[in-house]
């Protein structure tokens, strides 16, 4: 899977960061992601002050895409809130599945009821 970084300019040991922590972050998905990006923006320029954005977009196959962005002074401060936000996203998806996997379907319990098949 390949992880996009792009955006302002950021050094090495944030690059590494990101793609540890979003590698570590989608090892919980069950169907594996077709791209992963991380983009940093400089939202007022060279005026200053509290305006890097940081925007996290993981694309599923057969879902929609998973879109985060969180402001901080710094770009790690911008990426670690974007990135608690995208792994509770992430969580929240697994969840649904997993609830949705354990009730039985209406066809399924329909055609219990008909055969007369005794109840497990």
Same mark, same amino acid.
């Given at each position: 899977?390949?992880?996009?970084?792009?955006?302002?300019?950021?050094?090495?040991?944030?690059?590494?960061?990101?793609?540890? *922590?979003?590698? &570590?972050?989608?090892?919980?998905? &069950? &169907?594996?992601?077709?791209?992963?990006?991380?983009? @940093? @923006?400089?939202?007022?320029?060279?005026?200053?002050?509290?305006?890097? *954005?940081?925007?996290?977009?993981? #694309?599923?196959?057969? *879902? #929609?895409?998973? &879109?985060?962005?969180?402001?901080?002074?710094?770009? *790690?401060?911008? @990426?670690?809130?974007?990135?608690?936000?995208?792994?509770? #996203?992430?969580?929240?998806?697994?969840?649904?599945?997993?609830?949705?996997? #354990?009730?039985?379907?209406?066809? @399924?319990?329909?055609?219990?009821?008909?055969?007369?098949?005794?109840?497990?």
């Amino acid at each position: 899977m390949p992880i996009e970084i792009s955006g302002i300019a950021i050094d090495r040991a944030l690059r590494a960061r990101v793609t540890s *922590r979003l590698t &570590h972050a989608l090892r919980t998905v &069950h &169907h594996e992601p077709v791209v992963a990006s991380v983009a @940093f @923006f400089d939202d007022n320029g060279p005026k200053g002050g509290r305006d890097t *954005r940081c925007a996290c977009t993981v #694309r599923l196959p057969r *879902r #929609r895409a998973i &879109h985060v962005e969180h402001v901080g002074e710094t770009p *790690r401060l911008a @990426f670690d809130t974007a990135m608690e936000a995208l792994t509770r #996203r992430l969580q929240e998806l697994s969840e649904r599945g997993r609830t949705l996997r #354990r009730r039985p379907k209406k066809y @399924f319990v329909a055609k219990r009821l008909m055969t007369g098949e005794p109840k497990a």
